[in-house]
Every structure is written in structure tokens, then in C-alpha cells.
């Protein structure tokens, strides 16, 4: 190739040849800023990196998910820094740290009006679009940032990214990288693909942008395949040919085995059993078998909620230790929590402050993690990162369970997110105690005829035809629950505390955060006296404290506390966690009146395990809050109170109306006909025709919800292929209040201006400094310092956050060295950190004592977690 000097061009704009354009900075030694690697270096390495991250596939899937030419698309990704605005704003970068840069200036230039089209990723859509990149590529480019770039309208060859000259610069660019690489674009057959070779794109960059590639002076070829294992990204091995004994230590059941028999490589499998039937270790043995066939390269377990997800991190791993291989390097795929996030490095955006330093989305790109389902979900999603997210699934086995806990607006993103993963060449595993016929055809696509329980339904793909199965499963014998419904709370309340006077374990459990606080702290005092135990588990601690109240009670109301069970009556009160995913097994049962699924998976927590140890007083009992059906059904918001704001008034009146004359139900035998009697759509007439079109098409006033239509639109707009990328905060994937605000709890916070560091008391009384400048600190002790700050953090919804603090504010604070504080080139983008200060009294107070919220009092307990109170 020849080499170009410095040209002109035609507007008078000074041209700067591609082969001297900067793509990054760099930090000497010395403290200064310099001229990092070209944008040419920068762009082979991504591509050369997108390369062997594809190599490291299953072969069989290798050649099934990406296209020729995926590499040259991840590549392609920064030609847009071959533009003035941006050569302009990394000489201004160096020339502002005091070091001597080698960089020629051009005037007239304001680096500034990048945001007006999403940065350089913009300037490097419209030069793709202009050079004819096939269908999908320019989008591709345009988002690895992992937003869309609002450049419609915009030419190539516009004199703001520097007229015809600075297009034949781009142009020359992609020539080069073609030449380099030997490959030309990709031919992208789907919007599945195309989701696929975007995600590569943007790890792909991540991890071209770590610390082995910083220093331009430095050799790059030899460490990227160290940098992909450091990222976590190696290749598994599996001890072959283990039986399902071997790994779990009993054989299976005749329902596991059935399934086991019916998965054989990507499809959905869809197993319906009841609780405690073992539907854990099917999918896991299952998806084992997939794994050392070479049909998938690793496994999501997606749960309901963060707690489930904790609890069944650690069988997880248990199952990891039997099936992998005994080298280090297969044994460094186990889960480490906390500390995989110090060990791993995923290069500029997982870094600290980096929108994926966070461990619910990097668990996605792990080749084995535990996560929520929200994540998965926003795989189908035009949210940020979206396609990174996909990219993370595709070609593993992703199990989902506790499917029936979907309302209208979920079920519509889990019907697109299988839809996905099946494109995607995933094993697709759906666990469920209680999902309905038109939800399991939903999520198949298909039209299915079997009614039966347990059941076993697969969709598998042979010769371009879907294959469906319906196999129904012998049901285990009965378990037989006394039921009983009470409209007022107080007998309730006596009742569960005679029954741990007694030594029996009492379960109860409610339909809100604000509802668990204060029956507890009601049981808690009473239960004192009587020398019992009372507990609280729910989402809203932080996280040192969350991992306290599970190991303690899980661990009492499961298998290990079986020794200590007799020992103490005990009442643990808690929310809908309580109710998904958790082995624990009580004697007695209180529950607020819930949706049908929800009661029987409440009822799924007792007399769980026939050898279980028991108080010689207890009875299979659950009693069930609930008020009188015809009050209900003419004022369910009055009946209900706030459980109608968590579930629809139609579907908790429908349930009741099935529950009211029930006195004892046989689990399994019973499920299938209540949730059908409950789901099955009929006429209505009077006040239920007017909850069900309400159910349907929303509510007006000050506390309006939005009808089922409504929200299966909003969730396809979400969906939407084109249009605007939305932030994750305005992205919701379930839409009841969703706690998607972090507080981050601190017990003091001082800033020093001298030492330009800000010193933050925790909650254990230990104190940490944060600096104001990222280079006072090396990169292992960013991210140990941002591990511990976001131990301290809780979840909660927007109403009851704190008023947020300014981003300019947060940032000379050092917070951004941590915490992921939005995209400054975006203006959609959005901060979700928030700072609260607790006394003594354990009452929150703003930063620097100001107003910490417009209407009511926030507190913090270890023992209660977060709580709004109202003034």
C-alpha cells in the first residue's frame, strides 16, 4: 500500500491520513497523555480478537451462528474516528495534560458537536452506509456502543465529518482492514444475526481495548488469546460419559428420566412438575449431555429474582465441580462471585465505572453463571447493550425457571426472548410448577392439545419442519394441604405464634415489601417474649446484609438446619421471594391472598419433603388472608388494598372466586385444574366484565395502570428492530414498580480538596477513600474498591429513592471511578446511582444533609432493610 502524506481537502480542511489518526490515549509513565494506537492498529486487533473469540466455539455451532466476514464488521467498528471532530478531541486530550503531542492541529474545529450524532459510532454508520456495506452493517457499527446514534439524514461526505476527503480516508481505511484480514463484510441472513454480530462487535472491542493493548509501543499479537482467558472466556472440558447418579448422588426419578430421554440439542423443552420434584437437577443433567456432545458452549440459569438466583449459585457450582475437567483451566469457570469481577478483565467498558462492571450483566458473557431473568430478557430488547446481551446467550443452554410468574407485559419479551434463543442456536430448558396451557402455547408458538400433569413438551427443528412432542409423566403421590381462608389478620397472627410456641416452623409470607416490614416487626416483638425466632427476607438489603438473613434462615428452613430445627420455633415473614426457587420446607403456612400460580407456589414451601423432621403437633396447613368474595369483586382496590396494585384486581378476583369454597387441596393432583378453572378465558358480566376490560384496556386517574394491551405494545416497542435505544432504566421488563434505582448506603461522606480524595464511612464502620483521579489507583484496586462500594448498594423503585444528585456532582466526587453514571455522548442516557446517608438512628439523610426525599422519611435496619415511611 502507498504511503499518503498530509492532503487538502477540496472545502480547505486539512486531511489526516488514516494511518495517523488516533484511536486512543495513552498515560505515559510520567503522568502525561499521548498519542495511543492509530485507529488501523486498534481496528485489526478488534478484529483479529472478534476472530479467535469466534474460534472458540463448538465447531458445530462455530459455522451455524456467524457469517463469513464477522470479523471485518467487528473491525470496521471505529472508522469513524478517522474524522475531524475526534482527531481534534484527542489532541486537545493530550495537549491538556501538559505532554508533548506529535499531533497536527486543525482550526475551526469544535469536538463538542459529536453528540449532535452519537460520537464517532455515527460517523462510522454513515461511511459504511456510503461505501455500500451490505444490509445490517451500518446499524452494526453505528451501535457498538451499544445505543443507535441518531444520524438520520447525514451524509458521509457532510463537511461536518470532513467533506469527500475524509470519506476517501474511511474508504482507504476499510480497504486496509480488508487486506489485513483477508475477508470481505458479511452476508447477514437475520435480524437474529445481525443482534449476534453486534454483540461480537462491542466484546470484541471491550476486550481490544484492555490492558494488553493500551501501550502503542507494545507488541499486541501474542496476547490476545492470553486476554480472551483473562476476560473468562476460555474453552470448558467435561468429564464424559457421567450418569446422572454420579453427579448428583441418586438416581433419577421417572419424571427426570423422562426428560433427560427427550432433550437432544437445541430446542424448547418445556418440563411441567410439581414443586420439589427435582426439576433443578433434570435441567442441569440435561443440559450437561448437551454441553459434551458439543451442541452448546455453556449454560445461563435465569431465576426470578436476585435472592433466588444467590440461593442456587451455590448447587450451581457444585454441579460445575462434577462436570468439568480437573485442569486449572476448565476449573477456573467455576462461579466466585465478588471475586470474579477482580480476576476478570473485560477492557474499557467492563472496568470500573464502566457500564458492564456489574455483575448481573457480566455473568451473561461467563461461560457458566446464575442470573435473573430480567438480564435474559433485555437480550430481545432495543436497550442498551441489548445485542451484548444476546450475544452472551447465543449457543448455550439457558434454563428459565418459575415461568408462570410472568404478567402480560413479560409474557410477551419471554415469548420474543425463546423466539431469540432458538434462532440463536441455544437449548432453551422452561422449568414451571404452574404455567397454563395458552402460556405454554404462547411460548412455543405452537398450538398444543395435552392437559395432563406432569408434562414434558418440545419443540425441536429437523429438515426445516418444527417437531412438537407432548409427553405426558406419571404424577408422584399426593400431598394433601388443609386450607383455610380468613378476612382478618389478628387470628392469623395468634395462630402463628402458638404454632412456633409449639416448635413448629412457621412460614408467612406477603405480596409487598412495606406489608413483610411491618407484620414482622409486629411478630418480632411479640415472638421475643416468647423466647422464638423471627426473621425477614425480602430484595431490599444491601448486599452483605442479604447474604446474613439467607444464610441464616434458607439454611434453618432447609435441609441443613434439620438438626437444629428442633431445637427452636421459629417465623420467618417475607415477600414473593420466598416463594420461587428456594428449598425450604415449613410446617405451617400464612399467606396474603395472591393470584392462583403464586398460592400454589407458596404451597410448594410446605410439608415440602416427606422426611423433613417435624414438631409431632404440626398439620399440613396454609391459611390464607383473604377478603369476602363478593366484597371483593365489587371493590377489589378496597378488598385487596395494595395487593391490587401488585397483581390485576380481575386476575386475584378470578383466583378467589376459585379458592373461596376450598377447604384442603391435593398438590400435585389439583394444580392443573385450578390454574385452568382461573385462566381460562369466559363472558363476563357486571363488576367482573368491568375488571376484565380494565385487565385489558388500563385504568385512568391518579394511580392509572396500564391494560393488558397496552403493555404487550409497550413491550413491543421495546422489541422493535429500528428506532430509539432505550436506556436500561426505561427499559422494564416486568411492570409492576421495578426496583431499578441503586442507593448506595454510606454512613459519612467527606471530601478533602487538598488530597483530592473523598472519604466514605460504611455501614460496618469501616471507612474507604475514593480518589477523585482514576490514575491514583492501578486497576486491581479500582476493582476491589468498587466490589466493596457496591456491597452497600440496594435496589429500590423510583418512588422511594432518594433525590437523585447531580452527575457533574457525583463525578468530582469520584463515583465514576465505580459506578456507572451514564453516556455523556447520549443524551437519553440516564445516572441510577443514588447516595444515602444513615444515622445512628438509622434514618437517611441526603448528601451533605440535604433533603434525602420530597414526601416521606427513608430509614435503613440490618434486620428490617430499606423502608419508606410515610410523614
Not at 276 to 295: D, F, I, M
Not at 479 to 507: C, H, I, S, T, Y
Not at 639 to 659: E, I, N
Amino acid at each position: 500500500m502507498l504511503k499518503r502524506n498530509r492532503v487538502q481537502a477540496t472545502e480547505g480542511l486539512p486531511v489526516i491520513p488514516f494511518r495517523k489518526c488516533p484511536a486512543k490515549t495513552f498515560q505515559s509513565p510520567d503522568g502525561s497523555v499521548v498519542p495511543g494506537r492509530t485507529v488501523v492498529e486498534h481496528c485489526q486487533i478488534v478484529g483479529q480478537v472478534a476472530r479467535v473469540l469466534i474460534a472458540r466455539y463448538p465447531e458445530g455451532l462455530r459455522s451455524r451462528l456467524f457469517p463469513a466476514g464477522a470479523d471485518l464488521a467487528a473491525a470496521a467498528h471505529d472508522i469513524g474516528k478517522v474524522s475531524p471532530c475526534f482527531y481534534e478531541k484527542l489532541r486537545l486530550a493530550c495537549q491538556f495534560s501538559g505532554g508533548q503531542t506529535p499531533l497536527e492541529p486543525l482550526t475551526g474545529i469544535n469536538p463538542a458537536l459529536e453528540k449532535m450524532w452519537g460520537g464517532h459510532a455515527g460517523v462510522s454508520q454513515v461511511a459504511a452506509q456510503a461505501l455500500g456495506a451490505p444490509q445490517w452493517v451500518p446499524e452494526i457499527l453505528g451501535q457498538h456502543h451499544g445505543f443507535s446514534p441518531q444520524v438520520a439524514g447525514k451524509q458521509a461526505d457532510a463537511e461536518i465529518f470532513g467533506g469527500p476527503a475524509w470519506q476517501r480516508e474511511r474508504q482507504a481505511l476499510v480497504d486496509e482492514l480488508k487486506h489485513r484480514l483477508e475477508t470481505d463484510w458479511p452476508v447477514i441472513e437475520t435480524t437474529a444475526q445481525a443482534r449476534l454480530v453486534a454483540g461480537l462487535t462491542s466484546v470484541a472491542d471491550w476486550i481490544g481495548s484492555g490492558q494488553h493493548f493500551e501501550d502503542p509501543a507494545r507488541p499486541w499479537q501474542g496476547s490476545i488469546q492470553t486476554a480472551l482467558d483473562e476476560a473468562g472466556w476460555r474453552v470448558p472440558r467435561y468429564q464424559s460419559g457421567l450418569s446422572f447418579e454420579a453427579v448428583f448422588g441418586f438416581k433419577p426419578r421417572p419424571v427426570q428420566q423422562q426428560f433427560l430421554d427427550t432433550v437432544s440439542g437445541p430446542g424448547v423443552y418445556v418440563l411441567e412438575a410439581p414443586m420439589g420434584l427435582g426439576k433443578t437437577e433434570a435441567a442441569l443433567y440435561a443440559a450437561y449431555q448437551v454441553l459434551q456432545s458439543g451442541q452448546a458452549s455453556g449454560i445461563y440459569f435465569a431465576l426470578p429474582t436476585q435472592l433466588t438466583s444467590n440461593k442456587i449459585y451455590d448447587r450451581f457450582n457444585v454441579f460445575l465441580t462434577r462436570i468439568l475437567a480437573t485442569d486449572s483451566s476448565s476449573r477456573a469457570l467455576l462461579l466466585h462471585g465478588k471475586a470474579w469481577m477482580q480476576e476478570t478483565e473485560m477492557g474499557e467498558e467492563g472496568r470500573p465505572g464502566g457500564a458492564w462492571f456489574h455483575q448481573a450483566k457480566r455473568g451473561l458473557l461467563a461461560p457458566f453463571a446464575v442470573g435473573t431473568i430480567d438480564q435474559a430478557l433485555m437480550a430481545a430488547m432495543n436497550v442498551k447493550h441489548g445485542f451484548v446481551r444476546a450475544f452472551g446467550l447465543a449457543g448455550k443452554v439457558v434454563v428459565l425457571d418459575e415461568v408462570h410468574t410472568y404478567d402480560a407485559y413479560t409474557g410477551t419479551l419471554l415469548d420474543a426472548l425463546v423466539a431469540l434463543l432458538r434462532e440463536l442456536g441455544c437449548t432453551v430448558i422452561i422449568l414451571s410448577a404452574t404455567l397454563n396451557q395458552e402460556r405454554r402455547s404462547g411460548l412455543l408458538q405452537a398450538t398444543l392439545h395435552k392437559d395432563a400433569y406432569p408434562l414434558i413438551t418440545a419443540i425441536q427443528r429437523h429438515a426445516n419442519q418444527d417437531i412438537v412432542q407432548e409427553l405426558p409423566v406419571a404424577a408422584p403421590p399426593d400431598v394433601n394441604v388443609k386450607v383455610r381462608l380468613l378476612p382478618d389478620d389478628m387470628p392469623a397472627v395468634q395462630e402463628a405464634l402458638d404454632r412456633a410456641a409449639q416448635g413448629q416452623q412457621v412460614l408467612w409470607i406477603e405480596n409487598t415489601v412495606q406489608q413483610a416490614q411491618d407484620r414482622y416487626l409486629d411478630l418480632a416483638a411479640r415472638a421475643r417474649e416468647l423466647g422464638l425466632a423471627c426473621g425477614l427476607l425480602h430484595s431490599r438489603f444491601t448486599a452483605a446484609h442479604r447474604q446474613q438473613q439467607e444464610d441464616q434462615w434458607v439454611g434453618l428452613f432447609g435441609r441443613q438446619g434439620w438438626s437444629q430445627r428442633g431445637m427452636q420455633g421459629r417465623i420467618l415473614v417475607g415477600t414473593q421471594v420466598l416463594e420461587q426457587s428456594l428449598d425450604i420446607d415449613a410446617d405451617f403456612l400464612v399467606s396474603r391472598f395472591a393470584p392462583t400460580d403464586m398460592v400454589l407456589q407458596r404451597m410448594g414451601r410446605l410439608w415440602r419433603h416427606a422426611d423433613t423432621p417435624r414438631n409431632e403437633t404440626a398439620t399440613c396447613e396454609a391459611w390464607l388472608l383473604a377478603p369476602d368474595t363478593g366484597q371483593a369483586i365489587e371493590s377489589p382496590i378496597n378488598a385487596f388494598g395494595v395487593s391490587a396494585f401488585v397483581y390485576a384486581p380481575y386476575v386475584l378476583c378470578r383466583s378467589l372466586q376459585v379458592w373461596h369454597s376450598v377447604d384442603h387441596v391435593a398438590l400435585p393432583g389439583d394444580i392443573r385444574t385450578l390454574i385452568e378453572s382461573t385462566y381460562a378465558s369466559r363472558p363476563e358480566e357486571g363488576a367482573m366484565a368491568r375488571w376484565l376490560h380494565e385487565l385489558e384496556n388500563g385504568t385512568t386517574g391518579p394511580r392509572a395502570r396500564k391494560g393488558r394491551r397496552a403493555l404487550q405494545q409497550l413491550a413491543r416497542i421495546g422489541l422493535a428492530e429500528d428506532g430509539k435505544t432505550l436506556p436500561e432504566a426505561h427499559a422494564q421488563t416486568r411492570y409492576s414498580d421495578s426496583d431499578n434505582h441503586e442507593v448506595l448506603l454510606l454512613r459519612s461522606i467527606t471530601h478533602d480538596s487538598e488530597s483530592k480524595t473523598t472519604r466514605l464511612g460504611l455501614l460496618d464502620g469501616q471507612s474507604v477513600e475514593l480518589p477523585v483521579s482514576r490514575h491514583h489507583l492501578d486497576k486491581p484496586q479500582w476493582k476491589a474498591l468498587a466490589v466493596t462500594l457496591m456491597q452497600q448498594l440496594v435496589p429500590v423503585r423510583a418512588s422511594a429513592a432518594p433525590l437523585p444528585v447531580s452527575r457533574d456532582q457525583l463525578k468530582k466526587l469520584g463515583f465514576g471511578h465505580c459506578f456507572y453514571l451514564g453516556d455523556d455522548t447520549w443524551p437519553d442516557d440516564v445516572t441510577l446511582l443514588r447516595i444515602g446517608v444513615v444515622d445512628a438512628c438509622g434514618q437517611l439523610h441526603g448528601l451533605y444533609d440535604a433533603p434525602v426525599h420530597e414526601r416521606h422519611t427513608l430509614e435503613y435496619r440490618s434486620d428490617l432493610g430499606y423502608r419508606l415511611v410515610k410523614n
